[in-house]
């Protein structure tokens, strides 16, 4: 059974930073495409980043030299680290594999 588990959110103030981590069991992060999504309140799910199983990875243009996307193997983890936060960043956070199993989802909040 393939679970993910995402931990790391929070409150931050603008230009701030946070790390999110996406905790797999019963798949591989090496093997798969992960991705990261997030859904603020009013507004459609939207795909933030990208991992595949090569390395590549993609971004939505409006995240592009502030997020990164990260794997690590040994833990069996994929991580989200947002930098120079804004307020529109603010949304609820959620790790995929394959965009066919999800985790819970975590809450960011950023404010000005």
């Known amino acids: 059974q393939v679970q993910l588990v995402e931990s790391g959110g929070g409150s931050v103030q603008a230009g701030g930073s946070v790390r999110l981590s996406c905790k797999v069991s019963?798949?591989?992060?090496?093997?798969?495409?992960m991705t990261w999504h997030r859904q603020a309140p009013g507004k459609r799910r939207e795909l933030v980043a990208t991992?595949?199983?090569?390395?590549?990875?993609n971004y939505v243009d409006s995240v592009k030299g502030r997020f990164t996307i990260s794997t690590d193997n040994e833990k069996n983890t994929v991580y989200l680290q947002m930098n120079s936060l804004k307020p529109e960043d603010t949304a609820v956070y959620y790790c995929?594999?394959?965009?066919?199993?999800w985790g819970q989802g975590t809450q960011v909040t950023v404010s000005s």
């Open positions: 995929t594999l394959e965009a066919k199993f």
């Open positions: 019963g798949s591989s992060v090496r093997f798969n495409t």
């Open positions: 991992i595949r199983s090569g390395g590549t990875t």
